[in-house]
């Protein structure tokens, strides 16, 4: 069965940073893009950033890039992703989900909150 | 990057009733467009990609048609477990694979 969670949700304040942690099991996870994807309380979903098998491709969506960094570790199936310069708008679910493209798996979501 | 747009932003629907959501894209996507469910607390669910394979799982009152720009996503008889909110997604060319913002079928 595949299985995707994610941790490291947290009370940040603005202008912090926070790592969060997407472990993928079930399947192998050095086979696949993964994609991280976020909502915000009571809104919709933003796809935020995915990255290649063995991380030679990342991209991120243009609200982000330059303060979130996608990472992964394929020995331990692990996909990361690194928050910096935090502000309150950041403030949401977040979830990783398998593929580059459609994501069929999702994990359960992390929360994350930026406040002072 | 494209921006998708979904209509209605709330549907208030019977069970039983026909449905069809729209999703239109800034600019054209060809048939790399999808449709996700989701309902509270939970996290979504993939239901049809290619503008209208299904997965394998989903009944068949559940179609997707269009391309280009122009989508829609048709329930044809609404059950009691449909009533969520549901998303489009377009993953033409690169990233970011941006989403609508999602249409909400509220029980009428």
């Known amino acids: 069965e595949v299985q995707l969670v994610e941790s490291g949700g947290a009370l940040v304040q603005p202008g912090g940073s926070l790592r969060l942690s997407c472990v993928g099991s079930?399947?192998?996870?050095?086979?696949?893009?993964m994609t991280w994807v976020r909502q915000a309380p009571g809104k919709g979903l933003e796809w935020l950033a995915n990255?290649?098998?063995?991380?030679?491709?990342?991209y991120y969506v243009d609200s982000v890039k330059g303060r979130f960094s996608i990472s992964r570790d394929n020995a331990n199936n692990s996909l990361y992703l690194h928050m910096s310069r935090l502000r309150v708008e950041d403030t949401a679910v977040y979830y990783c989900?398998?593929?580059?493209?459609?994501?069929?798996?999702w994990g359960q979501g992390t929360l994350v909150t930026v406040s002072s | 990057e494209i921006v998708m747009t979904q209509s209605p932003a709330t549907l208030s629907v019977s069970p039983g009733e026909r449905v069809i959501l729209s999703c239109r894209a800034s600019?054209?996507?060809?048939?790399?467009l999808a449709w996700y469910q989701q309902k509270p607390g939970q996290a979504p669910r993939l239901l049809i990609y290619?503008?209208?394979t299904r997965l394998t799982d989903l009944p068949a009152r559940f179609s997707g048609s269009g391309s280009g720009t122009e989508f829609t996503l048709t329930i044809s008889s609404l059950q009691s477990e449909d009533f969520a909110v549901y998303y489009c997604?377009?993953?033409?060319?690169?990233?970011?694979?941006?989403f609508g913002q999602g249409t909400k079928l509220e029980i009428k």
């Open positions: 990255i290649q098998q063995y991380g030679g491709e990342r």
């Open positions: 989900a398998r593929g580059d493209t459609t994501s069929r798996y």
């Open positions: 079930g399947f192998t996870f050095s086979r696949y893009w």
């Open positions: 290619g503008v209208s």
């Open positions: 600019q054209s996507v060809g048939t790399n």
């Open positions: 997604q377009q993953y033409n060319s690169l990233p970011p694979y941006t």
